[in-house]
Structure formats: C-alpha cells, structure tokens
C-alpha cells in the first residue's frame, strides 16, 4: 500500500514496488482513505475485499463487509496493510 504519493502513477509505483512477488497488481486506488481485508471461503479458498471512504476507520469496515459479501468467513485487517489516508 502507498500513501501520500504525488500522483496516482507514482503511488501505484510504489505500491508494486513494495510488493514481493512478481505478478502484484493494483487493486484500489482511494483520494481519502483506502483499505483491504482477507478471509477464507468455506471452500478454503482465499478471498479479499477494498473499500474506500472518508475515515480509516470507515474503509476497514467496508472492506470487511466486502470480503463477506464475497463469501468471506473472518475477513479483517491483513497484518502489515492497515486502512491508510492520504
């Protein structure tokens, strides 16, 4: 996740640059806050939410709620990628 960058290209930049695999893609870009949360299917697969919105708070809960509407069980904060505002 990148923050407070100059333009979106260059925190989407970032971002990928932070990542460590090969294959990291963008998956959302925020003027205010953004965050993403994980959860497993009850398959066992992995699923994630995104969310955007006015507090950091705001967005962590959206994202939470967007995992589970995925079909996501325990969906929360991904260690290390907190919600961030710009």
């Known amino acids: ?9 260059i925190a989407n930049d970032e ?3 932070e990542c460590d695999a090969g294959d990291c893609t963008v998956v959302l870009q925020f003027e205010e806050c953004g965050a993403i949360s994980s959860g497993r299917t009850s398959g066992g697969g992995f699923v994630y939410g995104v969310a955007a919105s006015g507090t950091a708070f705001d967005a962590q809960s959206a ?12 969906c929360a904060t991904i260690p290390n990628l907190p919600a961030l505002c710009n």
């Open 1 to 9: 996740m990148a923050s407070e960058a100059l333009t979106q290209s």
């Open 15 to 17: 971002a990928r640059d």
């Open 63 to 74: 994202a939470n709620n967007a995992c589970t509407a995925k079909g996501g069980v325990g």
